[in-house]
Structures are given as C-alpha cells and as structure tokens.
C-alpha cells in the first residue's frame, strides 16, 4: 500500500525559502518515479519538479529552475524540494507524486495522469 506524506509548508515572505519533505512508505523507492506537483487557486495541477528514485537526472519546470532543488534520502524513502527565492506566484497546495516506472523527460510538461499516487498535499503562501 503506497503512502505519500507531505510536510514543511507554511507561510513564508517573498525571496525567503522553504523545505517540503513528501515520506513514502510501502514501495521499493529506488523503482520509483518521484515528483512534486502544485495547483494554484483556479489553475490546473502543473508539474514543478521530478527525479527518478534510482538516480540519474532531474527535471525542472521553467518557472522555478534555479530556484527550486529537488533530492532525495533513499534510506529514508524521503523525497524533498527546497524553494529558494520565492515569489507570491509559487503560492500553491504543492503535491508530493510517485509511479512506478523510470522518469522520462517530458516534452513540455510533466502530466499528473502520468503519476498513480498522491499525497494529501501541503500549503505554501508567499506573500
């Protein structure tokens, strides 16, 4: 039974920073596609960031490369994005997402169909 938690949202100022933290548990991590989402109010969920459990490359949306890092702890089975610089539009319900398959680079945009679970989500507010 795969289980994502998310954790470390908050209330922050612009150009200020903050770590998300997403916990998985029941599933091999190191098989697994890992991704953060978010969905900004009246928006569609967009993909922010990826990283294959095993390793190798990470992927970034635009509007955060540079900003945003995306790693993980694999004895921890934890997935983290630190968010540097932020700016009031990164404010969002930011997603922690899985799937279990290696990552591939997306042609413009991460797909939330492409991922099968979800944690509840946690909220950041710039302002």
């Known amino acids: 039974h795969v289980q994502l938690v998310e954790s470390g949202g908050g209330s922050v100022q612009a150009g200020g920073s903050l770590r998300l933290s997403c916990a998985g548990y029941?599933?091999?991590?190191?098989?697994?596609?890992m991704a953060w989402f978010r969905q900004r109010p009246g928006k569609e969920r967009e993909g922010v960031a990826q990283?294959?459990?095993?390793?190798?490359?990470?992927w970034y949306t635009d509007s955060v490369a540079g900003r945003f890092t995306i790693s993980q702890d694999n004895a921890k089975k934890t997935l983290y994005l630190e968010m540097n610089m932020v700016k009031p539009e990164d404010t969002a319900m930011y997603y922690c997402?899985?799937?279990?398959?290696?990552?591939?680079?997306?042609?413009?945009?991460?797909?939330?169909?492409?991922?099968?679970?979800w944690g509840q989500g946690t909220q950041v507010t710039v302002s």
């Open positions: 029941g599933f091999t991590y190191e098989w697994y596609c």
């Open positions: 997402a899985a799937d279990s398959r290696v990552c591939w680079s997306p042609n413009d945009a991460l797909s939330p169909r492409d991922f099968g679970f």
């Open positions: 990283i294959y459990g095993g390793g190798g490359s990470m």
